[in-house]
């Protein structure tokens, strides 16, 4: 950092098991890659490959070394992940893995519904090889879990060997721990940062104004997710009180 205002935070730096960020790639060339890490490569904890787009990029292969190298874990969507296994097909899975070199995984349930001891059985079983993150919470508007629900889900996966749950909220930032104008379920997020604690859950916040919530609720160092590539900087900018939404969050005194 080429300044430290009076006020601002103290931000952690890598490796780090808090403050973490994770970008999404959807389709970046290599080239854009190699770019990404030139420039974010210090603001960047994890890096996915996201839903299925790895299918059809081209030298993923490449790039994952490229992220890896910059010390970024990268793994592929969990979508991809659901569309092996429910086609029966997990071996088949765990051969991509290893033809792609990835050693981290996404085990979710949120395209289609999975039975949660069906859910925790992978990620035991990937746990024994891979470091894991399950991802919690559906990508479909009409499935609704109580908060009870989302913690018991959380812990169980938790348990079974995730390192960090990811609390559910698509691209788009309209589901999962949100409503479906974007506002946030601050009763659900208040209850999972309590009962499953702060520094385990990953929040997916797409969204400038849900960015800024989480920093102001939970400050510089909480977990966010789903970051688009172009927005790694004005991220790390928004944790810092050195953009207007946070901007009086970390002046000297408050």
């Known amino acids: 950092m080429m300044v430290n205002l009076p006020g601002m935070p103290d931000r952690?730096?890598?490796?780090?098991?808090?403050?973490?960020?994770?970008?999404?790639?959807?389709?970046?060339?290599?080239?854009?890659?190699?770019?990404?890490?030139s420039v974010g490569s210090e603001y960047i904890d994890y890096l996915k490959l996201g839903f299925g787009t790895s299918v059809f990029t081209p030298d993923v292969r490449e790039k994952v070394e490229v992220y890896e190298a910059a010390g970024v874990r990268t793994y592929l969507g969990g979508t991809l992940f659901e569309a092996f296994v429910i086609r029966d097909m997990f071996d088949d899975y765990i051969e991509l893995l290893e033809k792609?070199?990835?050693?981290s995984v996404e085990v979710s349930d949120g395209s289609f519904e999975m039975d949660q001891d069906r859910k925790t059985a992978y990620i035991k079983k990937l746990s024994e090889k891979y470091y894991v993150l399950s991802e919690v919470g559906?990508?479909?508007k009409d499935v609704v879990y109580s908060p009870e629900e989302w913690v018991e889900m959380m812990v169980s996966e938790l348990?079974?060997?995730?390192?960090?749950v990811i609390a559910e909220a698509r691209e788009s930032g309209t589901t999962g721990i949100y409503n479906s104008?974007?506002?946030?379920?601050?009763?659900?997020?208040?209850?999972?940062?309590?009962?499953?604690?702060?520094?385990?859950i990953i929040w997916e916040a797409p969204l400038k104004s849900q960015q800024a919530w989480f920093i102001k609720q939970f400050g510089a160092n909480v977990n966010l997710g789903n970051?688009?590539?172009?927005?790694?900087?004005?991220?790390?900018?928004?944790?810092?009180?050195?953009?207007?939404?946070?901007?009086?969050?970390?002046?000297?005194?408050q």
Not at 26 to 33: F, H, I, Q, W, Y
Not at 182 to 200: A, E, H
Not at 231 to 241: K, Q, T, V
């Open 12 to 37: 952690k730096v890598k490796p780090r098991t808090g403050g973490l960020t994770m970008v999404m790639d959807k389709g970046l060339s290599l080239r854009e890659a190699e770019d990404l890490m």
């Open 100 to 103: 792609l070199g990835i050693r």
């Open 138 to 140: 559906s990508k479909k």
């Open 159 to 164: 348990e079974a060997g995730s390192d960090k």
């Open 181 to 200: 104008d974007g506002s946030i379920n601050t009763v659900l997020i208040d209850k999972l940062s309590i009962d499953v604690g702060f520094d385990r």
């Open 227 to 253: 970051i688009a590539p172009d927005e790694i900087i004005a991220l790390e900018s928004l944790r810092n009180g050195l953009r207007g939404d946070t901007f009086f969050q970390f002046l000297p005194g």
